[in-house]
């Protein structure tokens, strides 16, 4: 199974990005997705998930009305749209495939693709 993050960089703050997560590997519509964030110096932390239909989505409340996660089953691939960024969104973000919407056990885990937002 790969997951492979990219889309992040340098943005100021109130600006947007868009992540993508493309999954390979796996039969990507029967997995429920979701993004970890990891700043510096701090514990990797949950931002948001989606099931395996995008049925339903979960945010933290740290970003909720700002994100919005959404899924191509059909190109096997997962966004995060960010928007409004602030300095505290700054970290490596991660997806991960395979777990349950609400909880931190997730199966597996893709290298993390770096944003920054400068204040």
């Known amino acids: 199974v790969q997951l492979q993050a990219s889309g992040g960089g340098l943005v100021q703050a109130g600006g947007s990005l868009r992540l993508s997560c493309a999954a390979s590997g796996l039969t990507f519509h029967n997995y429920n997705m979701a993004w970890f964030r990891q700043a510096p110096g701090k514990e990797r932390e949950f931002v948001a998930a989606?099931?395996?239909?995008?049925?339903?989505?979960h945010f933290a409340d740290s970003v909720k009305g700002r994100f919005t996660i959404s899924r191509d089953n059909a190109k096997s691939t997962m966004f995060l749209q960010m928007n409004s960024l602030k300095s505290e969104d700054t970290g490596v973000y991660y997806c991960?495939?395979?777990?349950?919407?609400?909880?931190?056990?997730?199966?597996?885990w893709g290298k993390g693709t770096l944003v920054t937002v400068s204040s």
């Open positions: 989606i099931s395996w239909n995008g049925g339903t989505t």
């Open positions: 991960a495939a395979g777990g349950d919407l609400y909880g931190t056990n997730w199966n597996y």
